[in-house]
């Protein structure tokens, strides 16, 4: 099944408006990280998050370990926002322990 | 910034060639891990280690070898390639388990 389930899997955006992704965790996540890749296909990290909140510019992360989830918000979209985001968490020890969830597609418009 | 090279870039192979795809970390990290992604399943690991010499199974480890000869490098190798292993391939390291990733730019492996 799916221990880490994005939402949506798909968005457009206006230029300039505000919106939020989200992360769902069916396994006990003790961090949090969010990726984007570009069009291009170069994927960059973003946040690494422990239980908290994060901000970096116009992204904001929030990560409640009780509750299971993780979201991204975004503000003020602008076009090189555009890409695909990924959330990938961390269940206990061990190297493998990074599980990707498939993805929310973000396409900015002017 | 960690920098994670990884080569050939693109590749087109036979079906039942080898394949050797390459991946360089500069930072000293400890972690390194190959992942593959295709439509619909995000990213998969394949292989990882823990450090020279060190190799361990991932998710989907059938069919691909994996090499760490040194701190720096860690090869993923195909001894027989099939057309469902045409994807696209992400080396990542990491300083340690639970720290930040770091991918590299991707190789695109196609397999007629």
């Known amino acids: 099944g799916d221990k880490v389930k994005q939402s949506p899997s798909a968005l457009s955006l206006q230029e300039g408006t505000n919106s939020a992704l989200r992360c769902n965790f069916s396994?006990?996540?003790?961090?949090v990280q969010w990726f984007l890749q570009n069009p291009r296909g170069s994927l960059m990290n973003l946040f690494y998050l422990v239980p908290g909140t994060k901000e970096n510019g116009r992204l904001k992360s929030a990560f409640d370990s009780k509750e299971s989830y993780s979201t991204l918000h975004i503000r003020d979209a602008q076009l090189e926002d555009s890409g695909t985001y990924f959330c990938a968490a961390e269940a206990g020890q061990g190297g493998r322990a990074l599980i990707f969830g498939t993805g929310t597609t973000v396409s900015v418009s002017p | 910034e960690a920098a994670v090279t990884q080569s050939p870039r693109n590749k087109v192979a036979v079906t039942g060639g080898k394949v050797t795809l390459s991946c360089n970390q500069t930072?000293?990290?400890?972690?390194m891990y190959w992942y593959r992604q295709d439509t619909g399943h995000g990213l998969r690991l394949i292989h990882y280690?823990?450090?020279?010499?060190?190799?361990e199974k991932g998710d989907i480890p059938d069919g691909y070898k994996a090499s760490r000869p040194s701190q720096e490098n860690f090869s993923l190798i195909l001894e027989l390639a099939t057309p469902s292993q045409t994807s696209v391939y992400f080396c990542?390291?990491?300083?340690?388990?639970?720290?930040?990733?770091?991918f590299g730019e991707g190789s695109r492996l196609i397999v007629v």
């Open positions: 280690s823990y450090g020279a010499g060190s190799t």
């Open positions: 396994i006990a996540a003790t961090t």
């Open positions: 930072n000293n990290h400890n972690n």
């Open positions: 990542a390291s990491a300083q340690n388990s639970g720290n930040t990733l770091y």
